[in-house]
């Protein structure tokens, strides 16, 4: 895993990677320099984990730690927790049919997939004591030393699929099967977007080649066909998520919510409607902290959008006004400042909203996460969008009027400078530096960023590996190598273990980010850029099989987490695709009549115009969306169709179940041709029943005038016939 030849190589050469030794989990402990505070802990974990049913073998780790292996004591008892998860989904409405009260017969069924095993060791691992687990949380209170709780790679399986992508044009079903069953529904459901959104692209980009031939920038025509192509995408991934959802077993699912171990409550009070003792915290108090989200987001905005505006200062007068010496090394300025400032900030920026959303105190695993990702988006939407936004609807239509703004600079170049004064030249508004940051944004960033993601981790690894390699001599020096003391059959597989371990973990949320920013651009500027929906299916064809490449080789292998849907991003992407139809029509009115669009004098701008094409273009936009969203929802698709039958054989089982198949068939009347006969005799049989009780009443004496159908039908014609003689 190592490497790319590694993972290719055959299994002769790598025995290491054949095996798994039958082992659930890894816990990368970290030794405290305290020897007993070190040994007390260590055996608090080994005794929680044996008091959750979880068998463990300790190893030797890097020098300063030691490596936990973890698997569950007893199949039986594996069993037993997953067949309750699955009785548990039947309740909730998540499966359809029960699962079958024969445990056995349930299992030969529907055998335990690997991510079914390994989410439900790793929940034995982290629930609470009261729930039944180990209650083990990494990094916090009195689990601190241990560093990560990780499974094992099935490196035969890695192995294939990155082959398998590496020939392949496009993902089908069983692929997304694959991801599902190793890496659980929520990475899979990373993949299935990515595939559909790679997939739909296709006809943007067609369309966009054609209009930067034909049609150039800020086409009107382009703008209105991506804003449709953005709700067309929108509306039929909800519909696909749910579709996939169902396929996958887990419509729903969201409704089952983990409860976070970080929760603090105020005080236990009885549910109303269960009668369950439930924790409670004060609603109040996390209004009170969830208000705090605006001044978040108006510093994040001040902050952010102070370094942009001064950065965006300095490049215009280097770029357009300066002349003076070294101005090749200096448009440089702001590149520097950026690369170094911009990372810090989002970093300080990520770690507040961490901060932000544990004071808000979320009760579930789900909610904490949802409230997080509202946060990073607000923060990758201002990095992202804000030079952009500055060049189209700052510098292009006040350019002229800024520019004396920014003497400053030249009179702090003065003081700094030998030379009694800096040359510079008249400012002239650059009228392709839009089209220039688009480019960038959409063909050289994503270059670098893919760069960054491959070579970074790499380089990482490296330079740790041979820190921890010098510190590991220096702190045990003149004793035995640590690796001396592993079996000989164990070394080769516990030498992988340790290189596991040093792995970042996976997070899908960084990849999400990435694709709703990619959206964001797609949908906001493409009109600058005709070409922008092209580089992005290139680089999407690449992102996906990286992305594969990522899980498998610079990262610890996912913990396998259940999901219904892309979650909090669903949101983030209707936003771009409403604020995109409006920043479009901005865009193509302001740059309407060319290139240079306002040219830096906002008197060429007509505003009552510019307001009138936004509002038009927003209400074009929600109408698409409803005609859009009424058309899919009259499409059948193979999941809904599923649920539906399900749902019916359900119904059926339990009637049949309940009232027996007598009285679920079809009941057939009482007639002359089907059930019981009527016959004159039987009718007779019954008059004299009655007349010997008193005669009967009204109502009985009623249906006794004429015994039988047939008699009923003579009567008939007879009254027939005397209506038509009587009117002929």
């Given at each position: 895993m190592s490497s790319l030849r590694s993972l290719y190589a055959s299994d002769d050469h790598h025995p290491e990677l054949n095996t798994n030794m039958n082992v659930d989990y890894v816990i990368h402990y970290q030794i405290p320099s305290d020897g007993a505070e070190a040994e007390a802990g260590f055996t608090q974990l080994i005794e929680a984990l044996t008091l959750a049913g979880l068998a463990s073998e300790v190893r030797d780790g890097d020098g300063n730690s030691v490596l936990v292996f973890v698997k569950v004591a007893s199949d039986k008892y594996l069993t037993t927790h997953i067949y309750r998860?699955?009785?548990?989904d039947w309740l909730y409405g998540v499966r359809t049919t029960a699962p079958e009260k024969d445990v056995k017969k349930e299992f030969s069924n529907e055998a335990v997939s690997e991510a079914e095993r390994l989410r439900t060791v790793y929940l034995l691992m982290t629930?609470?004591?009261?729930?039944?687990?180990?209650?083990?949380?990494?990094?916090?209170g009195q689990w601190k030393?241990?560093?990560?709780?990780?499974?094992?790679?099935?490196?035969?399986f890695n192995a294939t699929w990155i082959k398998q992508w590496s020939t392949k044009y496009f993902l089908d079903e069983q692929d997304l099967e694959q991801i599902r069953d190793k890496f659980g529904e929520s990475v899979a459901f990373y993949f299935a977007f990515l595939q559909s959104y790679f997939a739909s692209l296709i006809f943007p980009a067609a369309f966009g080649l054609g209009a930067w031939l034909i049609l150039g920038p800020y086409s009107w025509i382009f703008g209105v066909v991506n804003s449709l192509w953005t709700v067309v995408f929108f509306e039929w991934w909800k519909k696909k998520e749910v579709d996939l959802a169902v396929q996958w077993g887990v419509r729903g699912v969201s409704r089952i919510q983990h409860p976070r171990t970080q929760f603090k409550w105020d005080h236990e009070a009885v549910d109303p409607i269960t009668g369950e003792d439930v924790k409670v915290y004060s609603p109040t108090k996390r209004l009170r902290t969830q208000l705090l989200q605006i001044p978040f987001a108006i510093g994040c905005l001040v902050v952010l959008g102070a370094l942009y505006v001064f950065c965006f200062s300095i490049e215009i007068f280097l770029d357009e006004v300066y002349n003076g010496p070294f101005k090749s090394y200096l448009?440089?300025?702001?590149?520097?400042?950026?690369?170094?400032a911009l990372p810090a900030l989002s970093t300080i920026l990520s770690n507040f909203a961490e901060k932000l959303t544990e004071r808000e105190n979320y009760h579930t695993n789900d909610g904490h996460q949802a409230a997080l990702i509202r946060k990073l988006?607000?923060?990758?939407?201002?990095?992202?969008y804000t030079p952009v936004f500055l060049t189209a609807f700052l510098y292009m239509p006040f350019g002229n009027l800024l520019v004396p703004y920014l003497d400053f600079l030249r009179i702090t170049a003065e003081k700094l400078s030998s030379k009694k004064s800096i040359t510079t030249q008249s400012f002239r508004i650059n009228p392709d530096r839009l089209k220039k940051q688009i480019i960038y944004f959409t063909v050289t960033a994503q270059i670098v960023n893919f760069s960054l993601e491959v070579a970074v981790p790499f380089l990482k690894r490296k330079v740790f590996k041979e820190v921890e390699k010098v510190q590991t001599r220096i702190a045990h020096k003149g004793t035995k190598d640590l690796a001396a003391h592993d079996a000989p059959e164990e070394h080769a597989f516990l030498e992988r273990v340790r290189h596991e371990a040093e792995l970042d973990v996976y997070d899908v949320t960084t990849d999400y980010r990435e694709m709703v920013v990619q959206f964001g651009y797609l949908s906001l500027f493409s009109v600058v850029w005709p070409l922008t929906p092209l580089s992005f299916l290139i680089n999407n064809w690449v992102e996906l099989r990286s992305d594969a490449m990522k899980i498998a080789m610079t990262s610890q292998r996912p913990i396998p987490w259940r999901?219904?849907?892309?979650?909090a991003w669903l949101d983030a992407l209707g936003f771009l695709a409403w604020i995109g139809s409006i920043v479009s029509s901005a865009i193509i009115y302001l740059f309407s009549d060319g290139n240079e669009g306002p040219n830096g004098d906002p008197s060429n701008i007509v505003v009552w115009g510019l307001l009138l094409s936004i509002l038009l273009a927003e209400h074009v936009y929600l109408?698409?969306?409803?005609?859009?969203?009424?058309?899919?929802?009259?499409?059948?698709s193979p999941g809904l169709q599923k649920e539906r039958a399900q749902r019916f054989s359900m119904r059926k089982h339990l009637l049949e179940e309940s009232l027996g198949v007598e009285v679920t068939e079809k009941p057939l009347p009482p007639t002359p041709y089907s059930g019981e006969k009527i016959t004159r005799e039987a009718l007779e049989?019954?008059?004299?029943k009655i007349s010997t009780t008193g005669g009967g009443t009204p109502e009985q004496l009623f249906w006794l005038r004429q015994q039988g159908m047939d008699e009923t039908i003579q009567i008939g014609r007879k009254l027939i016939s005397q209506v038509t003689a009587a009117n002929s």
């Amino acid at each position: 895993m190592s490497s790319l030849r590694s993972l290719y190589a055959s299994d002769d050469h790598h025995p290491e990677l054949n095996t798994n030794m039958n082992v659930d989990y890894v816990i990368h402990y970290q030794i405290p320099s305290d020897g007993a505070e070190a040994e007390a802990g260590f055996t608090q974990l080994i005794e929680a984990l044996t008091l959750a049913g979880l068998a463990s073998e300790v190893r030797d780790g890097d020098g300063n730690s030691v490596l936990v292996f973890v698997k569950v004591a007893s199949d039986k008892y594996l069993t037993t927790h997953i067949y309750r998860e699955r009785v548990q989904d039947w309740l909730y409405g998540v499966r359809t049919t029960a699962p079958e009260k024969d445990v056995k017969k349930e299992f030969s069924n529907e055998a335990v997939s690997e991510a079914e095993r390994l989410r439900t060791v790793y929940l034995l691992m982290t629930k609470r004591k009261n729930e039944g687990g180990a209650g083990i949380t990494p990094k916090v209170g009195q689990w601190k030393d241990v560093i990560s709780i990780f499974p094992l790679h099935n490196h035969a399986f890695n192995a294939t699929w990155i082959k398998q992508w590496s020939t392949k044009y496009f993902l089908d079903e069983q692929d997304l099967e694959q991801i599902r069953d190793k890496f659980g529904e929520s990475v899979a459901f990373y993949f299935a977007f990515l595939q559909s959104y790679f997939a739909s692209l296709i006809f943007p980009a067609a369309f966009g080649l054609g209009a930067w031939l034909i049609l150039g920038p800020y086409s009107w025509i382009f703008g209105v066909v991506n804003s449709l192509w953005t709700v067309v995408f929108f509306e039929w991934w909800k519909k696909k998520e749910v579709d996939l959802a169902v396929q996958w077993g887990v419509r729903g699912v969201s409704r089952i919510q983990h409860p976070r171990t970080q929760f603090k409550w105020d005080h236990e009070a009885v549910d109303p409607i269960t009668g369950e003792d439930v924790k409670v915290y004060s609603p109040t108090k996390r209004l009170r902290t969830q208000l705090l989200q605006i001044p978040f987001a108006i510093g994040c905005l001040v902050v952010l959008g102070a370094l942009y505006v001064f950065c965006f200062s300095i490049e215009i007068f280097l770029d357009e006004v300066y002349n003076g010496p070294f101005k090749s090394y200096l448009t440089f300025t702001p590149t520097v400042i950026m690369t170094g400032a911009l990372p810090a900030l989002s970093t300080i920026l990520s770690n507040f909203a961490e901060k932000l959303t544990e004071r808000e105190n979320y009760h579930t695993n789900d909610g904490h996460q949802a409230a997080l990702i509202r946060k990073l988006f607000i923060i990758n939407f201002i990095t992202s969008y804000t030079p952009v936004f500055l060049t189209a609807f700052l510098y292009m239509p006040f350019g002229n009027l800024l520019v004396p703004y920014l003497d400053f600079l030249r009179i702090t170049a003065e003081k700094l400078s030998s030379k009694k004064s800096i040359t510079t030249q008249s400012f002239r508004i650059n009228p392709d530096r839009l089209k220039k940051q688009i480019i960038y944004f959409t063909v050289t960033a994503q270059i670098v960023n893919f760069s960054l993601e491959v070579a970074v981790p790499f380089l990482k690894r490296k330079v740790f590996k041979e820190v921890e390699k010098v510190q590991t001599r220096i702190a045990h020096k003149g004793t035995k190598d640590l690796a001396a003391h592993d079996a000989p059959e164990e070394h080769a597989f516990l030498e992988r273990v340790r290189h596991e371990a040093e792995l970042d973990v996976y997070d899908v949320t960084t990849d999400y980010r990435e694709m709703v920013v990619q959206f964001g651009y797609l949908s906001l500027f493409s009109v600058v850029w005709p070409l922008t929906p092209l580089s992005f299916l290139i680089n999407n064809w690449v992102e996906l099989r990286s992305d594969a490449m990522k899980i498998a080789m610079t990262s610890q292998r996912p913990i396998p987490w259940r999901a219904d849907s892309i979650g909090a991003w669903l949101d983030a992407l209707g936003f771009l695709a409403w604020i995109g139809s409006i920043v479009s029509s901005a865009i193509i009115y302001l740059f309407s009549d060319g290139n240079e669009g306002p040219n830096g004098d906002p008197s060429n701008i007509v505003v009552w115009g510019l307001l009138l094409s936004i509002l038009l273009a927003e209400h074009v936009y929600l109408g698409a969306q409803f005609v859009v969203r009424y058309a899919l929802s009259q499409i059948d698709s193979p999941g809904l169709q599923k649920e539906r039958a399900q749902r019916f054989s359900m119904r059926k089982h339990l009637l049949e179940e309940s009232l027996g198949v007598e009285v679920t068939e079809k009941p057939l009347p009482p007639t002359p041709y089907s059930g019981e006969k009527i016959t004159r005799e039987a009718l007779e049989e019954e008059a004299r029943k009655i007349s010997t009780t008193g005669g009967g009443t009204p109502e009985q004496l009623f249906w006794l005038r004429q015994q039988g159908m047939d008699e009923t039908i003579q009567i008939g014609r007879k009254l027939i016939s005397q209506v038509t003689a009587a009117n002929s």
